[in-house]
């Protein structure tokens, strides 16, 4: 009975240090942070790699993953070249969102607030200040907008949605690029901060009036109310995985330097107007070759299983060709001391 106790005890602790083994640790963008997270169980519980990731912002992330905190940094907004190859990283998709704007006003339910892109910018630029404005009325006959304040809510940490968000600002309006441009973090000229697309969510949905910007899987998770935008072929939409598709499809990825694709304010005529990929950030020099090989195995295992969870949770999967693309990166690019290949 004590052999047995014994040889228990000496599977478990083997089993135990083989699970620990298998631990990979990310942090970054709160934008994909749903979607990592169903990964994560899915992946534990099929190839044995357990996800820690921590959504700090895309600021945090870039951050940690050139200090080497972590095994794997994410970043909605995308990392130029200098800094890249300064850093020894390499930058791939893993899915693609829709930012939406999200608003609080009685009365008016989901998609039915038209936005004119040039109006929105107008909102958090301080001049558009009540919801029964006549730019707004104009463009919304026969919706009943209430005499309330605006209040506009913003992403007060460094955050890749507020770069997206921004950059879509910057493309329709020009006093915006003049004034504010597009970053992960930026002077805004009205409103308040709230931390993370769960801050932005929260805070908007108790405040009358609100109106913020959010991953789309937050809007629908926290049944929060979207609007219509015009997009640059001139049709309101509404988002829509389909739209986000639209949007997808009309991207020049084979001509995107680290596949930083722009979606953003595409001219296909059902298009949503702000749509971008997500992106992880791998060090191509890794200091641990078998924490490398592990977060390229999940990822790996999330483009060929992932798609259906992505699905459910409203993100929009790669493009076969794109992660066909990204495999061939990982393994022409990430090597480990010996100048092998990481993954093969």
Request: net charge neutral.
């Amino acid at each position: 009975m004590k052999l047995i106790s014994t040889a228990l005890a000496l599977t478990l602790a083997a089993f135990t240090a083989t699970a620990q083994a298998q631990q990979i640790t990310g942090a970054g963008a709160t934008f994909p942070a749903p979607v990592y997270a169903k990964w994560g169980e899915a992946a534990k519980a099929a190839i044995g790699i357990e996800l820690n990731y921590q959504a700090i912002g895309s600021g945090g992330g870039q951050n940690q993953i050139i200090n080497r905190t972590v095994d794997f940094g994410a970043s909605d907004a995308p990392v130029d070249a200098a800094k890249l190859e300064q850093n020894h990283l390499l930058q791939f998709p893993t899915v693609m969102g829709g930012v939406v704007p999200i608003v609080n006003l009685p009365g008016i339910d989901a998609n039915k607030l038209k936005l004119p892109s040039e109006l929105l910018a107008e909102i958090y630029l301080g001049k558009i200040v009540k919801w029964n404005d006549p730019k707004l009325v104009e463009a919304n006959h026969g919706l009943p907008l209430p005499n309330l304040p605006i209040a506009p809510v913003y992403r007060a940490d460094g955050s890749g949605t507020t770069f997206v968000f921004t950059s879509y600002l910057s493309a329709v309006s020009p006093d915006w690029k003049a004034q504010v441009g597009a970053a992960t973090s930026v002077k805004w000229v009205a409103g308040n901060g709230a931390k993370g697309n769960d801050g932005v969510a929260a805070t908007v949905k108790q405040v009358k009036g609100g109106i913020g910007y959010v991953e789309f899987a937050y809007a629908t998770q926290n049944k929060l109310t979207t609007t219509q935008l015009r997009n640059k072929a001139g049709h309101f939409v509404a988002p829509t995985p389909a739209a986000f598709i639209a949007a997808a499809n009309a991207g020049d990825w084979k001509g995107a330097a680290n596949y930083a694709v722009n979606l953003i304010d595409t001219a296909a005529a059902d298009a949503w107007p702000i749509v971008s990929p997500t992106f992880i950030l791998l060090p191509t020099n890794p200091q641990d070759v078998t924490h490398s090989a592990n977060v390229i195995r999940f990822f790996d295992f999330a483009y060929k299983n992932g798609g259906d969870i992505a699905k459910s949770l409203d993100y929009i999967a790669l493009p076969a060709a794109v992660q066909d693309a990204v495999r061939s990166s990982w393994r022409s690019e990430i090597k480990g001391p010996d100048g092998a290949p990481v993954w093969k």
